[in-house]
């Protein structure tokens, strides 16, 4: 079952991204698969790049059903959402209320 679940990962990987190319991978395919944590301090944008591919690829991954299990999904704290998301200018970000402010009312 495991087998099979990959094979439909890898060749979906192969379709949608052309590092993945199952008859020619890339050099960046290489690169991305190596130990890239030097680069944060080397390189920031290099570091930021291969962070934010894996993030993207993992999520449009899940969003496939191709990742996770009948079991098991990919969690993250829904309460952390708003912060996360907010975007100046745009949504004002609510104000937490307090101890304080919570007994006075």
């Not at 949608?16 to 698969?33: A, G, I, M, V, W």
């Not at 591919?53 to 059903?65: A, K, P, T």
């Amino acid at each position: 079952m495991a087998s099979k679940r990959n094979s439909r990962l890898q060749a979906y990987l192969s379709c949608q991204y052309t590092d993945f190319d199952l008859n020619k991978p890339t050099k960046r395919l290489t690169s991305l698969y190596s130990d890239f944590s030097k680069l944060a301090l080397l390189n920031q944008y290099g570091y930021d790049a291969n962070v934010s591919y894996w993030r993207s690829l993992i999520l449009d991954c899940n969003m496939q059903g191709l990742l996770g299990c009948i079991n098991h999904k990919l969690a993250f704290n829904a309460s952390e959402l708003p912060d996360q998301f907010l975007r100046p200018g745009i949504v004002k970000k609510k104000k937490k209320k307090t101890d304080e402010t919570s007994r006075q009312k």
